[in-house]
Every structure is written in C-alpha cells, then in structure tokens.
C-alpha cells in the first residue's frame, strides 16, 4: 500500500502506540486525522506529524460516545478530502478477577475497546469503500490470541475485535477495503499504570498487580508503530508486534487448551 498523500484516521492517537502509528505514517507523506479525549497530547501528536510535512487535524472524540461516532466522519471530511485509513487503536484495560470485577466497570471497557471499534468500522466504512486503495486497522492485543486469569474482560473485548475483524475481511474480500488485526505484545505505553482495579483488592495487590505487568512492557512504541506501519504497506491481515506475541501466537497454536501452563512458567 503506497500512504504517501493518503489519509489515515487514527484514534487513542495522543500517547502510545497511536503516537507512534501516527508519527510513522506522517514520515511516509500520508495526512492525518487524529482523535482522542486527551487534547493536549493529541495537540503534541499532531504538533509531531506536522513537522514532517503533512496535514494533521485534532478531533476531541470519546469512541464510547456513539453520537460523536456517527458526527465524526462529516468533521474528519471538513478537513481532509477523504479517507484510506481507519486505525481503531483506542483502548483501556480492567484487571482483576470475573467476580471481582463490576458490571459496570466491564461495560465500560468493552464500549471502548469492542464497541468503539464497531461504531468507528461502521461510520467510516463508505469513506473507506470511496478510496481505490483503503484499509481498515484494528488493534486487538496479546491478549486477543491468550487469555491469562485476571483479564476476563480485558480477554474477552480483544477476541472479540480479533474475531470482528477476521469475518469482516472475508466480507469485504474482493473489494477495495483490505482489513488488518494487530496483536501488540508488551509495548511500554501508559496502560497498565492507567488500568481500572477490582475495587476488591486491597492497595499492596494493586500495586503488585501493576508493577508485575509493567515489567512485561518493554517495546518502545515507536518500534511498535513502525512494526505496524510496515505491516499496512505490506497489506499483512495479521501483524504480531513482539517477540513476546510470536511465541504466545506459536504455543497456543501448539497446546490450544494448557498453553497457559507452559507460558505461566516464564
């Protein structure tokens, strides 16, 4: 896929891996609408991006708003002509154990992390099928291809984006929409020091619990958003970002149902 002068939509683009996607496609030319809730570190992305030469607009946009959704195309293309890129990478996680863990709180992620997606893929898909060469890019995680105790709902929203994602490519097979999901592994990015708790645990175990899985993140996003870059310009359906993913994507093909016997041991 050649992005130079192509526009990609890119959302949770303030920090992380979204920043990074960001900053890799502006060094390929290609123009950028960037959201997020965050708006001064969307203002740095987009402050980043537009050193390089591109277009780079800020939408303050929440992915759990579905009435901001569905406004969010109409702003985008008061600003750009079109779209060839959606990259649904906004997300949040929630540990703590199924019956540790709110229903509310449950809701909450999968509005963002699943939800968001569908609404966002569903909003933007005509812009997408208007390009003669567009792809759509979801971010699932590690956790969308195994499923450790603790992340029930965080598990269960990165299958789900992991199994949107596949059906919709066979949908769209043919067309001018390619679909790709990325499977981050340990990316040193905000995430984990952001996550909810089970308000069940005590102050000692959350802190354990978040140090524990903060010691797994160790890509620099940057690397990650270039990994990820590479695989849209090379049209991959899947990309597995981490040594950490490759291994856990080999073993649980190898022992579908101990795997998590043989990985827990690392």
Same mark, same amino acid.
């Given at each position: 896929?050649?992005l ?66 569905? #406004?969010?195309?109409?702003r985008? *293309? ?6 060839? *890129? ?11 154990n199924?019956? =540790? ?21 569903? #909003? ?7 390009? +003669? ?13 195994? #499923? ?50 089970? =308000?069940? =645990? ?11 899985? =903060?010691?797994?993140?160790?890509? +620099? +996003? ?8 590479e ?32 990985l827990?041991r690392?």
């Open positions: 896929m050649i130079a002068g192509k526009t990609a939509v890119i959302t949770g683009a303030a920090s992380g891996i979204g920043r990074a996607i960001a900053i890799s496609l502006a060094r390929r030319g290609c123009h950028l609408a960037l959201a997020d809730v965050d708006d001064a570190g969307l203002d740095r992305t987009a402050s980043l991006a537009a050193s390089l030469g591109v277009r780079a607009s800020c939408h303050h946009l929440d992915v759990s708003d579905e009435q901001a959704i569905a #406004a969010a195309p109409a985008m *293309l008061a600003e750009h002509p079109g779209v060839d *890129l959606l990259v649904n990478n906004a997300g949040v996680a929630l540990g703590g199924f019956d =540790q863990v709110a229903e509310a709180d449950f809701e909450w992620l999968f509005a963002i992390n699943f939800w968001g997606v569908v609404r966002m893929t569903r #909003a933007f898909l005509p812009l997408l099928k208007a390009s +003669p060469e567009a792809r759509l890019v979801n971010i699932s995680s590690l956790f969308g291809l195994i #499923a450790p105790p603790g992340q029930t709902a965080y598990c269960a929203s990165k299958f789900a984006v992991r199994g949107f994602s596949e059906s919709l490519r066979h949908e769209l097979e043919g067309s001018s929409v390619g679909v790709t999901v990325v499977h981050p592994g340990g990316i040193a990015t905000a995430i984990a020091r952001n996550a909810r708790m089970s =308000q069940a =645990q005590t102050e000692a175990e959350l802190a354990r619990l978040r140090h524990r899985f =903060q010691r797994l993140l160790v890509m +620099p +996003p940057e690397r990650a958003g270039e990994i990820i870059v695989g849209v310009e090379r049209n991959r359906p899947r990309i597995l970002v981490g040594s950490d993913a490759r291994l856990a994507a080999l073993i649980e093909r190898i022992a579908p149902v101990s795997y998590w016997k043989l827990s690392r």
